[in-house]
Protein backbone atom coordinates (compact mmCIF):
# COMPACT_ATOMS: atom_id res chain seq x y z
CA UNK A 1 0.00 0.00 0.00
CA UNK A 2 2.57 2.41 0.96
CA UNK A 3 4.60 1.34 -2.51
CA UNK A 4 1.68 2.08 -4.01
CA UNK A 5 0.67 5.48 -2.52
CA UNK A 6 4.63 6.56 -3.42
CA UNK A 7 3.95 5.59 -7.02
CA UNK A 8 1.17 7.67 -7.48
CA UNK A 9 2.40 10.68 -5.86
CA UNK A 10 5.23 10.41 -8.12
CA UNK A 11 3.53 10.32 -11.25
CA UNK A 12 0.79 13.46 -9.38
CA UNK A 13 4.42 15.22 -9.28
CA UNK A 14 4.84 14.59 -12.59
CA UNK A 15 2.04 16.07 -14.41
CA UNK A 16 1.57 18.71 -12.21
CA UNK A 17 5.28 20.02 -13.26
CA UNK A 18 5.14 18.73 -16.71
CA UNK A 19 5.72 21.73 -18.96
CA UNK A 20 3.35 22.38 -22.33
CA UNK A 21 5.13 23.40 -24.76
CA UNK A 22 3.97 26.19 -27.89
CA UNK A 23 4.91 28.12 -30.73
CA UNK A 24 3.39 31.26 -30.79
CA UNK A 25 4.04 32.79 -34.80
CA UNK A 26 5.13 36.16 -34.41
CA UNK A 27 3.65 39.11 -36.00
CA UNK A 28 5.40 40.16 -38.39
CA UNK A 29 3.06 42.55 -39.72
CA UNK A 30 4.89 45.56 -37.93
CA UNK A 31 7.40 47.02 -40.58
CA UNK A 32 6.23 50.24 -41.26
CA UNK A 33 8.30 50.56 -44.86
CA UNK A 34 7.12 46.80 -45.94
CA UNK A 35 3.05 48.26 -45.25
CA UNK A 36 4.29 51.73 -47.58
CA UNK A 37 1.65 51.87 -50.04
CA UNK A 38 3.86 52.33 -52.61
CA UNK A 39 5.08 48.45 -52.20
CA UNK A 40 4.33 46.45 -55.19
CA UNK A 41 4.29 42.42 -55.46
CA UNK A 42 7.80 41.30 -56.72
CA UNK A 43 7.66 39.75 -60.41
CA UNK A 44 7.98 36.23 -61.67
CA UNK A 45 11.46 37.09 -63.51
CA UNK A 46 12.74 38.96 -60.25
CA UNK A 47 11.35 35.64 -57.76
CA UNK A 48 13.04 33.51 -60.03
CA UNK A 49 16.18 35.11 -60.15
CA UNK A 50 16.70 35.30 -56.14
CA UNK A 51 16.29 31.44 -56.05
CA UNK A 52 19.57 30.03 -55.25
CA UNK A 53 22.17 28.91 -52.79
CA UNK A 54 23.72 31.63 -50.73
CA UNK A 55 26.46 31.23 -48.13
CA UNK A 56 25.82 32.94 -44.85
CA UNK A 57 28.35 35.99 -43.81
CA UNK A 58 26.97 36.90 -40.47
CA UNK A 59 24.49 34.51 -38.32
CA UNK A 60 26.34 31.22 -39.32
CA UNK A 61 26.44 30.55 -35.36
CA UNK A 62 22.39 30.27 -35.19
CA UNK A 63 21.68 28.95 -38.80
CA UNK A 64 24.67 27.68 -40.64
CA UNK A 65 26.73 27.99 -43.18
CA UNK A 66 24.39 27.75 -46.37
CA UNK A 67 20.56 28.90 -47.08
CA UNK A 68 18.86 27.72 -50.15
CA UNK A 69 16.37 30.12 -51.02
CA UNK A 70 13.15 29.26 -53.32
CA UNK A 71 9.30 30.69 -53.89
CA UNK A 72 6.02 29.57 -53.51
CA UNK A 73 2.69 30.15 -53.89
CA UNK A 74 -0.69 28.98 -53.00
CA UNK A 75 -4.18 30.29 -53.94
CA UNK A 76 -6.61 31.41 -51.27
CA UNK A 77 -10.46 32.89 -51.83
CA UNK A 78 -8.95 33.48 -55.82
CA UNK A 79 -5.63 35.17 -54.47
CA UNK A 80 -2.43 34.08 -55.16
CA UNK A 81 -0.09 34.49 -52.43
CA UNK A 82 3.80 34.07 -53.29
CA UNK A 83 6.87 33.31 -50.22
CA UNK A 84 10.13 33.03 -50.38
CA UNK A 85 11.48 30.40 -47.97
CA UNK A 86 15.06 30.18 -47.03
CA UNK A 87 16.01 26.18 -45.76
CA UNK A 88 19.18 26.40 -43.31
CA UNK A 89 21.75 23.18 -42.64
CA UNK A 90 21.63 24.17 -38.94
CA UNK A 91 18.74 22.96 -36.28
CA UNK A 92 16.29 22.15 -39.33
CA UNK A 93 15.72 25.89 -39.34
CA UNK A 94 14.21 27.71 -42.16
CA UNK A 95 12.14 31.08 -42.88
CA UNK A 96 8.98 32.25 -44.19
CA UNK A 97 9.47 35.58 -45.78
CA UNK A 98 6.53 38.06 -48.47
CA UNK A 99 8.02 40.05 -50.37
CA UNK A 100 7.72 43.47 -51.82
CA UNK A 101 9.35 45.93 -54.50
CA UNK A 102 9.59 49.30 -52.95
CA UNK A 103 11.29 51.59 -55.27
CA UNK A 104 14.77 49.98 -56.48
CA UNK A 105 14.87 47.54 -53.32
CA UNK A 106 13.46 44.89 -52.32
CA UNK A 107 12.11 44.22 -48.95
CA UNK A 108 11.68 40.67 -47.49
CA UNK A 109 8.89 40.53 -44.22
CA UNK A 110 8.45 37.17 -42.35
CA UNK A 111 9.48 35.28 -39.34
CA UNK A 112 11.74 31.91 -38.72
CA UNK A 113 11.57 28.68 -37.24
CA UNK A 114 13.38 25.65 -35.74
CA UNK A 115 12.41 22.35 -35.55
CA UNK A 116 14.45 20.74 -33.68
CA UNK A 117 12.92 23.46 -30.73
CA UNK A 118 10.56 26.10 -30.26
CA UNK A 119 12.74 28.78 -31.42
CA UNK A 120 11.12 31.07 -33.60
CA UNK A 121 10.65 35.04 -34.36
CA UNK A 122 10.51 37.97 -36.86
CA UNK A 123 13.37 38.15 -39.87
CA UNK A 124 13.59 41.07 -42.09
CA UNK A 125 15.76 41.35 -45.13
CA UNK A 126 16.49 44.65 -47.84
CA UNK A 127 18.29 44.37 -51.28
CA UNK A 128 19.38 47.54 -52.55
CA UNK A 129 21.12 48.49 -55.88
CA UNK A 130 24.46 47.76 -54.42
CA UNK A 131 23.59 44.73 -53.25
CA UNK A 132 22.32 43.00 -56.34
CA UNK A 133 18.63 44.77 -56.36
CA UNK A 134 19.16 46.17 -60.21
CA UNK A 135 20.24 43.19 -61.28
CA UNK A 136 17.31 40.92 -60.06
CA UNK A 137 14.76 43.51 -61.00
CA UNK A 138 15.94 44.23 -64.32
CA UNK A 139 14.17 42.36 -68.09
CA UNK A 140 16.50 39.36 -68.25
CA UNK A 141 18.45 39.04 -64.90
CA UNK A 142 21.70 37.06 -65.04
CA UNK A 143 22.87 36.24 -61.69
CA UNK A 144 26.25 34.98 -60.76
CA UNK A 145 28.02 33.96 -57.68
CA UNK A 146 28.21 37.32 -55.68
CA UNK A 147 26.00 39.58 -57.03
CA UNK A 148 23.13 39.59 -54.74
CA UNK A 149 23.33 39.94 -51.13
CA UNK A 150 20.31 39.79 -48.59
CA UNK A 151 21.09 42.00 -45.53
CA UNK A 152 18.73 41.87 -42.58
CA UNK A 153 17.71 41.23 -39.09
CA UNK A 154 16.37 38.82 -36.74
CA UNK A 155 15.05 38.75 -33.69
CA UNK A 156 13.50 36.07 -30.91
CA UNK A 157 9.50 35.77 -30.26
CA UNK A 158 7.64 39.10 -30.91
CA UNK A 159 10.94 41.32 -29.97
CA UNK A 160 11.95 43.82 -32.54
CA UNK A 161 14.77 42.33 -34.87
CA UNK A 162 18.08 43.78 -34.48
CA UNK A 163 20.34 40.43 -34.53
CA UNK A 164 22.22 40.55 -37.79
CA UNK A 165 22.14 38.14 -40.59
CA UNK A 166 23.38 38.50 -44.21
CA UNK A 167 23.96 36.12 -46.93
CA UNK A 168 25.27 36.42 -50.45
CA UNK A 169 24.47 34.58 -53.66
CA UNK A 170 26.46 31.07 -54.67
CA UNK A 171 25.00 29.08 -56.99
CA UNK A 172 21.70 28.38 -58.18
CA UNK A 173 19.52 25.70 -56.95
CA UNK A 174 20.81 22.14 -57.52
CA UNK A 175 18.06 20.13 -59.83
CA UNK A 176 18.84 16.75 -60.74
CA UNK A 177 18.04 15.71 -64.41
CA UNK A 178 15.29 12.82 -63.04
CA UNK A 179 12.52 14.50 -60.67
CA UNK A 180 13.31 14.32 -57.02
CA UNK A 181 10.05 14.46 -54.50
CA UNK A 182 10.54 16.26 -51.41
CA UNK A 183 7.36 14.19 -49.85
CA UNK A 184 5.80 16.06 -46.60
CA UNK A 185 4.51 13.93 -44.24
CA UNK A 186 0.82 13.84 -43.10
CA UNK A 187 -0.69 16.04 -45.21
CA UNK A 188 2.75 18.61 -45.10
CA UNK A 189 2.99 18.26 -41.68
CA UNK A 190 2.68 17.28 -38.06
CA UNK A 191 0.62 18.15 -35.64
CA UNK A 192 2.84 17.57 -32.66
CA UNK A 193 5.54 19.84 -34.18
CA UNK A 194 3.93 22.92 -32.95
CA UNK A 195 2.73 23.97 -36.50
CA UNK A 196 0.03 26.76 -36.88
CA UNK A 197 -1.96 24.52 -38.55
CA UNK A 198 -3.02 21.03 -38.06
CA UNK A 199 -1.90 17.71 -40.08
CA UNK A 200 -3.91 16.30 -42.77
CA UNK A 201 -6.12 19.58 -42.63
CA UNK A 202 -6.46 21.72 -46.24
CA UNK A 203 -4.83 24.99 -44.84
CA UNK A 204 -1.64 22.31 -43.95
CA UNK A 205 -1.89 21.06 -47.98
CA UNK A 206 -1.63 25.10 -48.92
CA UNK A 207 0.99 25.85 -46.22
CA UNK A 208 3.43 22.70 -46.72
CA UNK A 209 4.80 24.40 -50.70
CA UNK A 210 6.55 27.03 -47.93
CA UNK A 211 8.65 24.60 -46.43
CA UNK A 212 9.72 23.37 -49.60
CA UNK A 213 7.29 20.06 -50.39
CA UNK A 214 7.24 19.27 -53.74
CA UNK A 215 4.52 16.28 -53.27
CA UNK A 216 2.21 15.05 -49.81
CA UNK A 217 1.63 11.60 -47.97
CA UNK A 218 -2.11 11.96 -46.92
CA UNK A 219 -3.95 9.21 -44.47
CA UNK A 220 -7.42 7.98 -46.16
CA UNK A 221 -10.01 6.26 -44.11
CA UNK A 222 -13.24 6.05 -44.45
CA UNK A 223 -16.32 7.19 -42.53
CA UNK A 224 -19.07 4.88 -41.37
CA UNK A 225 -21.45 6.20 -44.55
CA UNK A 226 -18.47 5.88 -46.68
CA UNK A 227 -16.67 8.94 -47.19
CA UNK A 228 -13.25 9.44 -47.66
CA UNK A 229 -11.32 11.45 -45.62
CA UNK A 230 -7.99 12.35 -44.30
CA UNK A 231 -6.85 10.89 -40.59
CA UNK A 232 -3.61 9.25 -39.57
CA UNK A 233 -4.73 7.91 -36.25
CA UNK A 234 -7.03 4.90 -35.65
CA UNK A 235 -9.13 6.59 -33.41
CA UNK A 236 -10.27 9.94 -31.94
CA UNK A 237 -7.91 11.39 -29.53
CA UNK A 238 -6.29 14.72 -28.24
CA UNK A 239 -2.82 14.57 -30.50
CA UNK A 240 -4.98 15.12 -33.18
CA UNK A 241 -8.10 16.55 -32.54
CA UNK A 242 -9.96 18.93 -29.66
CA UNK A 243 -11.85 17.30 -27.19
CA UNK A 244 -15.51 17.11 -28.31
CA UNK A 245 -16.92 13.92 -26.59
CA UNK A 246 -16.58 11.69 -29.68
CA UNK A 247 -14.30 8.70 -28.85
CA UNK A 248 -13.14 5.92 -30.72
CA UNK A 249 -12.53 4.31 -33.80
CA UNK A 250 -13.21 7.55 -36.47
CA UNK A 251 -14.95 4.98 -39.00
CA UNK A 252 -17.65 4.85 -35.88
CA UNK A 253 -18.47 8.31 -37.59
CA UNK A 254 -20.59 9.36 -40.13
CA UNK A 255 -19.27 12.77 -42.20
CA UNK A 256 -22.10 14.72 -40.94
CA UNK A 257 -21.24 13.42 -37.17
CA UNK A 258 -17.51 14.56 -37.59
CA UNK A 259 -18.24 17.80 -39.60
CA UNK A 260 -21.00 19.06 -36.68
CA UNK A 261 -18.66 17.92 -33.59
CA UNK A 262 -14.73 17.36 -34.17
CA UNK A 263 -12.28 19.91 -34.84
CA UNK A 264 -8.43 19.27 -35.72
CA UNK A 265 -6.24 20.69 -33.18
CA UNK A 266 -5.93 23.89 -34.40
CA UNK A 267 -9.84 24.19 -35.16
CA UNK A 268 -10.35 22.97 -38.98
CA UNK A 269 -12.53 20.21 -40.00
CA UNK A 270 -11.63 16.88 -41.03
CA UNK A 271 -11.27 17.40 -44.95
CA UNK A 272 -12.81 14.57 -47.42
CA UNK A 273 -10.37 13.23 -49.88
CA UNK A 274 -11.98 14.97 -52.51
CA UNK A 275 -11.25 18.63 -50.52
CA UNK A 276 -7.65 17.44 -50.22
CA UNK A 277 -6.84 16.86 -53.97
CA UNK A 278 -8.88 19.84 -55.08
CA UNK A 279 -6.90 21.94 -52.79
CA UNK A 280 -3.55 20.21 -54.35
CA UNK A 281 -5.06 20.61 -57.99
CA UNK A 282 -5.82 24.21 -58.21
CA UNK A 283 -4.49 25.92 -54.82
CA UNK A 284 -1.14 25.12 -55.08
CA UNK A 285 1.94 24.29 -57.30
CA UNK A 286 2.25 20.35 -55.61
CA UNK A 287 3.11 16.95 -58.12
CA UNK A 288 2.86 14.40 -56.21
CA UNK A 289 0.14 12.91 -54.03
CA UNK A 290 1.00 9.90 -52.18
CA UNK A 291 -2.73 7.92 -50.45
CA UNK A 292 -1.99 6.21 -47.79
CA UNK A 293 -4.96 3.82 -47.00
CA UNK A 294 -5.04 3.45 -43.47
CA UNK A 295 -8.00 1.13 -43.68
CA UNK A 296 -8.73 -2.48 -44.84
CA UNK A 297 -11.20 -3.38 -47.28
CA UNK A 298 -12.07 -2.26 -50.96
CA UNK A 299 -9.17 0.11 -53.11
CA UNK A 300 -11.91 0.52 -55.54
CA UNK A 301 -13.75 3.79 -54.69
CA UNK A 302 -9.94 5.38 -54.16
CA UNK A 303 -8.52 4.17 -57.41
CA UNK A 304 -12.04 5.92 -58.65
CA UNK A 305 -11.01 9.38 -57.11
CA UNK A 306 -7.61 8.83 -57.99
CA UNK A 307 -8.48 8.42 -61.92
CA UNK A 308 -11.35 11.70 -61.78
CA UNK A 309 -8.47 13.82 -60.47
CA UNK A 310 -5.99 12.25 -62.67
CA UNK A 311 -8.41 13.35 -65.60
CA UNK A 312 -8.65 16.73 -63.76
CA UNK A 313 -5.19 17.41 -63.94
CA UNK A 314 -4.68 16.57 -67.52
CA UNK A 315 -7.45 18.90 -68.43
CA UNK A 316 -6.10 21.76 -66.33
CA UNK A 317 -2.70 21.20 -67.73
CA UNK A 318 -0.85 19.56 -64.63
CA UNK A 319 1.49 17.29 -64.60
CA UNK A 320 0.12 15.84 -61.03
CA UNK A 321 1.19 12.15 -59.96
CA UNK A 322 -1.16 10.36 -57.57
CA UNK A 323 -0.44 7.37 -56.32
CA UNK A 324 -2.27 4.46 -53.79
CA UNK A 325 -0.09 3.09 -51.43
CA UNK A 326 0.22 -0.40 -50.34
CA UNK A 327 1.73 -0.07 -47.03
CA UNK A 328 0.88 -3.63 -45.90
CA UNK A 329 -0.24 -7.60 -47.23
CA UNK A 330 -4.13 -6.63 -47.06
CA UNK A 331 -4.14 -3.13 -48.95
CA UNK A 332 -1.63 -5.46 -51.55
CA UNK A 333 -4.07 -8.13 -51.79
CA UNK A 334 -6.81 -5.63 -51.82
CA UNK A 335 -5.04 -4.24 -55.12
CA UNK A 336 -4.92 -6.87 -57.30
CA UNK A 337 -8.25 -7.36 -57.46
CA UNK A 338 -8.77 -4.15 -58.84
CA UNK A 339 -9.38 -4.00 -62.70
CA UNK A 340 -6.71 -2.61 -64.34
CA UNK A 341 -4.12 -2.31 -61.42
CA UNK A 342 -1.14 -2.72 -63.24
CA UNK A 343 -2.01 0.43 -65.09
CA UNK A 344 -3.23 2.27 -61.96
CA UNK A 345 -0.39 4.38 -60.35
CA UNK A 346 0.71 2.85 -57.00
CA UNK A 347 3.25 2.56 -54.31
CA UNK A 348 4.29 -0.20 -52.21
CA UNK A 349 6.35 -0.82 -48.88
CA UNK A 350 6.72 -4.50 -49.22
CA UNK A 351 9.60 -6.41 -51.31
CA UNK A 352 11.15 -5.30 -54.26
CA UNK A 353 9.21 -8.59 -55.47
CA UNK A 354 5.69 -7.52 -54.62
CA UNK A 355 6.60 -3.96 -55.88
CA UNK A 356 7.39 -5.41 -58.90
CA UNK A 357 4.01 -7.56 -59.45
CA UNK A 358 2.04 -4.03 -58.95
CA UNK A 359 4.09 -2.14 -61.18
CA UNK A 360 5.14 0.03 -58.04
CA UNK A 361 6.82 2.31 -56.97
CA UNK A 362 9.24 0.73 -54.63
CA UNK A 363 9.31 2.20 -50.96
CA UNK A 364 11.44 0.73 -48.47
CA UNK A 365 11.63 2.26 -44.67
CA UNK A 366 14.64 4.29 -43.94
CA UNK A 367 15.91 1.66 -41.41
CA UNK A 368 16.59 -1.19 -43.89
CA UNK A 369 19.71 1.24 -45.34
CA UNK A 370 20.59 2.74 -48.37
CA UNK A 371 20.36 -0.37 -50.35
CA UNK A 372 22.28 1.03 -53.30
CA UNK A 373 21.80 -2.42 -55.20
CA UNK A 374 18.33 -3.12 -54.78
CA UNK A 375 17.48 0.40 -55.42
CA UNK A 376 19.15 0.40 -58.75
CA UNK A 377 17.81 -3.24 -59.47
CA UNK A 378 14.46 -1.30 -59.16
CA UNK A 379 15.13 1.38 -61.28
CA UNK A 380 16.90 -0.38 -63.89
CA UNK A 381 13.01 -1.62 -64.23
CA UNK A 382 11.91 1.70 -65.35
CA UNK A 383 10.18 2.52 -61.46
CA UNK A 384 11.41 4.40 -58.77
CA UNK A 385 11.71 4.61 -55.12
CA UNK A 386 11.10 6.66 -52.23
CA UNK A 387 12.34 6.36 -48.68
CA UNK A 388 10.77 7.07 -45.53
CA UNK A 389 9.57 8.18 -43.13
CA UNK A 390 13.68 10.06 -42.82
CA UNK A 391 13.39 12.68 -40.21
CA UNK A 392 16.58 12.65 -38.01
CA UNK A 393 19.06 15.41 -40.12
CA UNK A 394 21.84 13.57 -40.25
CA UNK A 395 20.22 10.20 -41.86
CA UNK A 396 18.37 13.27 -44.00
CA UNK A 397 21.44 13.91 -45.24
CA UNK A 398 22.60 10.57 -45.89
CA UNK A 399 19.57 9.66 -47.84
CA UNK A 400 19.58 12.47 -49.60
CA UNK A 401 22.86 13.11 -50.61
CA UNK A 402 24.82 9.65 -50.80
CA UNK A 403 21.88 7.69 -51.61
CA UNK A 404 20.22 6.96 -55.42
CA UNK A 405 16.81 7.40 -54.31
CA UNK A 406 14.14 9.29 -56.62
CA UNK A 407 12.24 11.27 -53.42
CA UNK A 408 12.44 11.11 -49.62
CA UNK A 409 9.37 11.31 -47.35
CA UNK A 410 9.55 13.46 -44.07
CA UNK A 411 7.75 15.05 -41.57
CA UNK A 412 10.56 17.77 -41.97
CA UNK A 413 10.26 18.17 -45.80
CA UNK A 414 12.96 21.70 -45.07
CA UNK A 415 15.59 19.54 -44.17
CA UNK A 416 14.84 17.64 -47.63
CA UNK A 417 14.90 20.59 -49.36
CA UNK A 418 18.05 21.93 -47.88
CA UNK A 419 19.81 18.85 -48.07
CA UNK A 420 18.85 18.20 -52.00
CA UNK A 421 19.14 22.09 -53.28
CA UNK A 422 22.44 22.42 -51.64
CA UNK A 423 23.83 19.27 -53.03
CA UNK A 424 26.52 19.72 -55.38
Not at 231 to 239: F, I, K, M, S
Not at 394 to 399: A, G, S
Amino acid sequence: MKKALTILLLAASFFSCKKTYEVLQPDYATWALFKNPAAIRINTSARNAMEGVYNLKTGTDVFGELVAVKWSYAIRGGDTSFHVSGFFGKDVAWFICEGKRLGDSILLNGYWRKMVNVETGIMRFVINQANGANKILSANPIIDSGSITMDGVFGAGQDEPKVAISFTYDRKLNKSPAPFEILAHRGGGRTSDLLQVSENSVNIILKTPEFGSTGIEIDVRFTKDGVPILYHDNDLNLRVVQKSGLVGPIENYTYDQLTAFVRLVNGEKIPTLREALNAVLYQTGLTFVWLDTKYIGSLAPVQAIQKEFLQKAAAAGRNLKIVIGLPGKDQYFSFLELPDYLNTPSLCELSIEEAATTNSIWAPRFTEGLQADKVAQVQAQGRRVFSWTVDVPDFVTQFVQKGNFDGVLSNFPSSVAFNYYTNE
